[in-house]
């Protein structure tokens, strides 16, 4: 299968994206993984990519396109892909489409991780990262540390980081609202969108995806 990943911040897109990608033996195209693997590997792409990021600025959707590209034509992406992190607005929509118009391929889904908006904030507000290793993630309501601001496996100090803050997760709500969301109604009209919750536990979540998923190819 060939499916896109949707959802806002928070919804869970990286748990699932990495779970659905093994049940379905396909490869997980994320687009922070094209990123680093381009820029550690010093490609032409990740030259051009780290030069924009490092003068500050956004990397321009022909680079992104053309890292995704170079990644879905590798023989492991033969059989289909899981694309998380793109298309991220329409304009990248259109021109996947005209990627895998070109290549004689078709979309089979695009999966909307569905999650209301003050779920989203309670759940990214209340993460605590440890200081001295960021695998260490613990979360006020859902996984609290057993001793407050303490990391239960290395004693260091859990703090929030600043994009984690309220005020940050509704600004980055809001560029998914105007920036992403309208993606969305663009598969929409092509009759490509299956609508999950993302409440729930995260097996839940998987289980309910793979059965939209499968009813979606069912009925094509």
């Given at each position: 299968m060939r499916i896109v990943l949707v959802g806002p911040p928070g919804a869970g897109k990286g748990t699932q994206a990495v779970r659905l990608?093994?049940?379905l033996a396909i490869p997980h195209i994320s687009t922070g993984d094209l990123f680093r693997a381009n820029i550690s590997r010093q490609t032409e792409l990740g030259k051009l990519a780290k030069?924009?990021?490092?003068?500050?600025?956004?990397?321009?959707?022909?680079v992104t396109i053309a890292m995704a590209k170079d990644r879905?034509?590798?023989?492991?992406?033969?059989?289909?892909f899981l694309l998380?992190?793109?298309?991220?607005?329409?304009?990248?929509?259109?021109?996947?489409d005209q990627l895998l118009q070109d290549e004689h391929m078709t979309l089979d889904a695009?999966?909307?991780?569905?999650?209301?908006?003050?779920?989203?904030?309670?759940?990214?507000?209340?993460?605590?990262?440890?200081?001295n290793d960021s695998s260490h993630v613990f979360h006020v309501t859902y996984s609290p540390a057993k001793q407050e601001g303490v990391c239960d496996v290395c004693g260091g100090e859990l703090y929030q980081r600043d994009d984690d803050s309220e005020?940050?997760?509704?600004?980055?709500l809001e560029v998914y609202h105007t920036q992403t969301e309208p993606i969305i109604d663009y598969y929409r009209a092509q009759e490509l969108?299956?609508?999950?919750?993302?409440?729930?536990?995260?097996?839940?979540?998987?289980?309910?995806a793979l059965?939209?998923?499968k009813r979606e190819k069912a009925e094509k």
């Open positions: 990608a093994e049940k030069s924009y990021m490092d003068a500050g600025n956004l990397v321009p959707d022909e879905m034509e590798q023989p492991d992406a033969e059989k289909g998380d992190g793109f298309p991220r607005n329409v304009s990248q929509a259109k021109a996947l695009v999966l909307d991780l569905e999650v209301p908006e003050e779920e989203v904030v309670k759940r990214i507000a209340g993460r605590r990262i440890c200081r005020d940050t997760v509704r600004k980055r969108v299956v609508t999950i919750s993302s409440l729930g536990p995260v097996d839940e979540i998987t289980q309910r059965e939209a998923l």
